[in-house]
């Protein structure tokens, strides 16, 4: 899959010689040892390769497969993936493990000669991890973050994969006010469940969709919900997604500061405009500028701006440019996405990918790095998504001391996290991370709505799992 994302079935059942293009592997268990085999076909040429090894020698046999199988699909495939062998979501959280339990030489070296990662990746994920270790090491384990989720946006953008329902469409539009409805209710609900097992708030963040779809006066009730029913006290982060400028209004973005929301996010994704018409983001970028310095005007003083490398129609000057431009406005953090190629998204069913190659992606995000870096910004979190353009990564960069926390910790999953509202998950983490327990809510909003009660059944889940470890 990371040579060939798209494809659904690339694996032969049964070897045989004029299968076309394949790749196969196989593993014989034979007394005392056990033989690895793996061929590939492409293009009309073919490479095979084979290992033996004693049976005490072997102590992952998919590691042994795949790290023989992995220089042929290279080598015919005419690429090197930066991640080498790596599939999973969190690099970071892989190295930062490897680190603690051993030292950064040799998790350096896991990296690049166990997983054939390059150096360049290497190094970026050991950043990473450095930082997130700060972050980590402050959490106590009665702590959570409360998760919010608003799952509906102006339109839909043609590389989303979220369940996120356009209100341009009635029935859409029809569902929001009984859906804040049920959310006030499960704030309440949720409110109580951290009371009784005496759990801590440490930060919040609203996510989607795009929050700022609600108007000022669902906003106003939402905000006020929780303020009702959690303590804030400790509550040192509060995140609002207001990603698409085309919802953000003055009086949204004074609601959000009376309730001292200090973080929001405003998502140019590019400053081109042909860019934003072909992804079918109705608005431009000089809306992303002018929205921004009202957001300053206000008094925001933490602004998150999302740039997507690989959006179709782009080209490298078109992202240089896009970084330049969030960078010279002053955004305290910079994420930098990939674009993933989902399936369940238009730019995949309607077959518009666009054109941008794997090599330019690579130059993009090398080009986004570098002017990061000189400008004082730092990367403090990251995380991969499958079907993304080369496999590269999204990385979350930040100003000194402007790192959001609940990134780390939602992604790196090393805090319990309450959630609410339709397709959210709540997490729940045994003492010492041994397992990781998820509740999920319905995903679509008409049936979070009417299955509320169910959903609340269970969520009662939260209850019983902290008793389990008193
Ligand atoms: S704004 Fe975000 S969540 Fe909404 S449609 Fe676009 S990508 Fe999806």
Partial sequence: MLFFPLEKNIALKEFTEDAGDYFYTEIIRAEGNVTFKAAFSYKGETLSNEKSLKNEEVTDEEYELLSLAYPLLKELCGFAPGWGMLTGVRPSKLIMNKMLETNEETARDYFINHFFATPEKTELALSVAKREIEIVKSIDEKSFSLYVSIPFCPTRCSYCSFVSHSIGTDSAKKLMPEYVNKLCEEIAFTGL????????????????????????????????????????????EYTVEAGRPDTITPEKLQVLKKHKVGRISINPQTFSNGVLEAIGRKHSAELTIEKYNLAREIGFDCINMDLIAGLPTDTLEGFKNSVDKAIALGAENITVHTLALKRSSTIVTENESGSVSEKDVAKMLDYAKKVLTKSGYYPYYMYRQSKALGNFENVGWCKEHKECKYNVLMMEEYQHILSVGAGSVTKLLSPGIEKIERIFNYKFPFEYISRFSELLEKKERISTFFGEYQ
């Fill in 193 to 236: 469940k951290a009371k009784e097992n005496e759990l801590k708030l440490t930060s919040v963040y609203w996510g989607g969709g795009t929050p700022t779809t609600l108007s000022a006066e669902d906003l106003d009730r939402v905000l006020s919900a929780i303020e009702d029913n959690f303590d804030l006290t400790n509550c040192t």
